[in-house]
Nanobody, 128 residues
Framework: QVQLVESGGGLVQPGGSLRLSCVVS????????MAWFRQAPGKEREFVAS?????????????YYPDSVKGRFAISKLNTKNTVVLQMNSLRPEDTALYYC????????????????WGQGTQVTVSS
């Protein structure tokens, strides 16, 4: 059974940084496209970042971000540790949300409903 466990959330001041991690167990990590989503109270779940499966030709996975986080957030994979990381810089109060890690065996997508596996979430609060 595939399990995803997030960590790294917390309270940070505006302009600060956090590094979220998501450890994947019970499956073949290299075969999964991974993504981060977030959900603030009273709002719908929102796509934050995605990273594709390993490209056997180039070895470099593709990443994708919405405009709201582009240039501030970066997603990466640590294949030897079955871990996907979300580095978040220049954090803003509007980034406050519960952040979820997700995995799917198909191509990366921004559509949350297409991800098969989810973690429980880690809270990020940006406040002075």
């Amino acid at each position: 059974q595939v399990q995803l466990v997030e960590s790294g959330g917390g309270l940070v001041q505006p302009g600060g940084s956090l590094r979220l991690s998501c450890v994947v167990s019970g499956g073949t990590f290299s075969s999964y496209s991974m993504a981060w989503f977030r959900q603030a109270p009273g709002k719908e779940r929102e796509f934050v970042a995605s990273i594709s499966r390993i490209d056997l030709n180039s070895g470099d996975p593709d990443t994708y971000y919405p405009d709201s986080v582009k240039g501030r957030f970066a997603i990466s994979k640590l294949n030897t540790k079955n871990t996907v990381v979300l580095q978040m810089n220049s954090l803003r109060p509007e980034d406050t949300a519960l952040y979820y890690c997700a995995a799917r065996r198909g191509p990366a997508t921004i559509q949350s409903g297409l991800y098969e596996y989810w973690g429980q979430g880690t809270q990020v609060t940006v406040s002075s």
